[in-house]
């Protein structure tokens, strides 16, 4: 007879344990931040840019990468941000310039 006892998504978890006692996230990355300050971000460049935003210090520091992605009636269109300068209170936020990939009509050798 087959086993029909539910199967657990997390092996070596019971079904019945309670999560108390797992840090959240948010509650690592406050405890490994080292920096108090909220830090003011900086967009440059395509569809964010000029956008200014604070990063509380709880949220740790900043991303190293943030994807903006736009979602229309159309193809959904990507843009990457890499973080250039960071100070601990601050940083920007460069638009990453696109790639260019080769049409599938197009050889690579020219």
């Known amino acids: ?65 943030i994807t903006h992605v736009h979602l229309h009636a159309g193809p959904k269109v990507v843009h990457r941000y890499d973080l250039q300068s960071a100070d601990g209170q601050g940083g920007v936020y460069q638009l990453r310039p696109p790639v260019r990939r080769a049409a599938h009509d197009e050889s690579p050798t020219g």
Do not use: I, K
């Open 1 to 65: 007879m087959p086993d029909r006892r539910p199967s657990r998504a997390y092996p070596g978890r019971g079904l019945t344990e309670p999560s108390e006692g797992v840090p959240l996230s948010d509650d690592v990355a406050a405890a490994t931040s080292t920096s108090t300050e909220d830090a003011v971000l900086q967009f440059v460049g395509g569809p964010l840019d000029g956008r200014v935003e604070v990063r509380e210090a709880r949220h740790g520091a900043p991303l190293p990468t």
